[in-house]
Every structure is written in structure tokens, then in C-alpha cells.
């Protein structure tokens, strides 16, 4: 009879918990705790969950939180009001809204100074340029958009990150799949993991894109180009890891095609794994909410500092 499967189970709880630690000795040199404002102003399920969990995340952690629930025809007058009070530090709108361009026009209506989910046109155009300070001193990081900065920073728990080489090359070496390539999360987080070194195949509908620095990282930040003709089956195999957010509980992952011992996460709301999962890799994380709100919260807490 077969032995139990090797594949661990890494929930997001014990990763959300190792970055607490450098929030909160962050938040003690300040002398008030952060206002983060949420906006609300869609009847969407997942988006009122993120809220609830960032109200609980925040008063459990020192930070003040206040959720505004507003028309979407009003919004933007109200992020413009935001934007110019003094008490507010930090803003995050819960999208979609329209799920129009109008949802990009209102993410560049938030100040630059305010913007915690850094999905500004500055954060944006230093992310996909490798840029990441906002200043020449180097005294004032960029802010990176939270869900893809979350998956990083569970890459890094996980040890996938190897600390032996210089800071922005430490996933030399590593084969990435990543299945999404939204312009908020999948495509963001293909260009980050690239910058980092890795060979990075993005995944979509639309056919598959390489993303990487060049031989030997020649290059200073990550380029993009079309495998055509390819599919799945001609780069799961070859991935140390393979990440998916694709939306809807109908998508599956096709799990045959991992390599023994794949590191796997899933970043969707729905399970884009079967349990099946577990028999091939060997590192398994199912979720990365927790994460992701704290990551939100270590962004606040950069925007504030920078002032």
C-alpha cells in the first residue's frame, strides 16, 4: 500500500502572522494609527468579503479602517474628497465597479500618496520598469499592487526565493506558470516574478507569453515574448512552480501535467486545483486572502512612512 502523500500544506494564517511582526514594529513608531478608507459601491459578494476582512485585519492590528458605501455614479467625487483630506492616509476601492475602462480611469483619480493597492500610473509604469524606489536617494520604495505583492511574499516564506543571490535576482533559475493575465493580478505579478529572475510563462485565453530578463539577466528589466502554439502541456512540466487565480469553479487545473514536486498556489476565489493536487507537488497553498490583506496594510503603512 502506498505511504501518505508528501505534499504540505502551507495555509496563508502562518504567512499573514510573519509579516504582522514587521507591521507592527512599523506602526509603533508612528504617532497615530493609519486611516484607511474602503469604498464600496458594488453589490458584489467577494468584493464585501475583502472589506469585512480588512476591517477585522485592521482594528485587530492598531490601524483605523472606514468602510463608505456609496453610489458608483458618485464615486469619483467622493474619492476626490478623500483624496483631499488630511485625515485620511490611506485609500482602497473595492473592485470591479463598472467593469468598464471606467474602473482604470478611477484608479488613477486616487492620489498618488493615498493609493495602497499602488495601481497608480507612477507605481504601475516603476513596476513593469523595474524601478524600485521613487527617489534617487533610494530612501522611498514603490508600492506594488497587493494580491501579486502577496503571492511574492508567499513565495519568499516558502523558501522558492533563494537568498544566496543579490537582492533582484533571487529567482534566478526558477521556471514560473502562472495562469491569469489580468491587468491586476496575472499580468503584474508575471512581470514582478521576471524582474526577480525568473523564466516566467503567463498563461490566458488568448495563448501563452514568456516573460524574462534574458540570458543570464542581461537585461535590466523583463521583456515579453509570444510562445506560439503553445499550450500547458509545454510548460507545467518544466515549472518548479505553478500559481492560478483563473475566476469561476468551473476552471480546473490540469494537474497530470505538474512535475514531481511543483510548489502550487492558488490565488482564485474558487479551487482552480482538485485535491488530486497533492499527489504531485510538494508544496500546496490553497489560498492567499490573509495575506493579501496584510500586505495592504504593510502598504499603508510604506505610503505614510514616505510622507
Known amino acids: 500500500m502506498d505511504g501518505p502523500a508528501s505534499c504540505k500544506v502551507v495555509l496563508a494564517g502562518p504567512v499573514a502572522k510573519s509579516l504582522l511582526s514587521e507591521v507592527a514594529e512599523g506602526l509603533s513608531k508612528l504617532q497615530r494609527a493609519p486611516l484607511l478608507v474602503g469604498f464600496l459601491a458594488n453589490a458584489d459578494s467577494a468584493a464585501r468579503m475583502y472589506a469585512d476582512w480588512t476591517d477585522r485585519t485592521c482594528k485587530e492590528n492598531g490601524f483605523q479602517f472606514q468602510l463608505r458605501t456609496v453610489d458608483r455614479g458618485e464615486l469619483e467625487e467622493h474619492i476626490i474628497a478623500a483624496n483631499q483630506d488630511d485625515s485620511v492616509d490611506g485609500i482602497i476601492v473595492y473592485y470591479p465597479i463598472f467593469?468598464?475602462?471606467?474602473?482604470?480611469?478611477?484608479?488613477?483619480?486616487?492620489?498618488?500618496?493615498?493609493?495602497?493597492?499602488?495601481?497608480?500610473?507612477?507605481?504601475?509604469?516603476?513596476?513593469?520598469?523595474?524601478i524600485r524606489y521613487l527617489d534617487d536617494q533610494k530612501l522611498q520604495k514603490s508600492v506594488l499592487p497587493c494580491t501579486p505583492l502577496a503571492v511574492i511574499k508567499i513565495l519568499e516564506?516558502?523558501?522558492?526565493?533563494?537568498?544566496?543571490?543579490?537582492?533582484?535576482?533571487?529567482?534566478?533559475?526558477?521556471?514560473?506558470?502562472?495562469?491569469?493575465?489580468?491587468?491586476?493580478?496575472?499580468?503584474?505579478?508575471?512581470?514582478?516574478?521576471?524582474?526577480?529572475?525568473?523564466?516566467?510563462?503567463?498563461?490566458?485565453?488568448?495563448?501563452?507569453?514568456?516573460?524574462?530578463?534574458?540570458e543570464g539577466l542581461k537585461k535590466k528589466r523583463h521583456e515579453v515574448v509570444e510562445k506560439d502554439g503553445w499550450t500547458l502541456e509545454n510548460c507545467v512540466p518544466q515549472s518548479d512552480v505553478v500559481i492560478s487565480g483563473v475566476p469561476g469553479?468551473?476552471?480546473?487545473?490540469?494537474?497530470?501535467?505538474?512535475?514531481?514536486?511543483?510548489?502550487?498556489?492558488?490565488?482564485?476565489?474558487?479551487?482552480?486545483?482538485?485535491?488530486?493536487?497533492?499527489?504531485?507537488?510538494?508544496?500546496?497553498?490553497?489560498a492567499i486572502g490573509k495575506v493579501t490583506i496584510v500586505v495592504l496594510l504593510r502598504n499603508l503603512l510604506r505610503i505614510v512612512q514616505n510622507r
Open 99 to 130: 467593469n468598464t475602462r471606467q474602473d482604470q480611469y478611477l484608479q488613477q483619480i486616487v492620489d498618488v500618496s493615498k493609493d495602497v493597492e499602488g495601481l497608480s500610473h507612477r507605481y504601475i509604469f516603476n513596476m513593469y520598469q523595474n
Open 157 to 214: 516564506y516558502l523558501g522558492v526565493y533563494n537568498l544566496i543571490l543579490p537582492y533582484g535576482n533571487r529567482l534566478f533559475g526558477r521556471v514560473i506558470t502562472v495562469v491569469n493575465r489580468s491587468e491586476v493580478v496575472g499580468r503584474p505579478l508575471a512581470a514582478l516574478l521576471a524582474n526577480d529572475g525568473a523564466c516566467v510563462y503567463s498563461v490566458d485565453v488568448t495563448g501563452i507569453q514568456q516573460f524574462t530578463r534574458g
Open 249 to 286: 469553479e468551473a476552471y480546473k487545473f490540469p494537474v497530470h501535467l505538474l512535475r514531481e514536486g511543483a510548489v502550487c498556489i492558488n490565488f482564485s476565489n474558487e479551487k482552480n486545483f482538485n485535491p488530486e493536487v497533492k499527489e504531485k507537488a510538494s508544496i500546496y497553498v490553497p
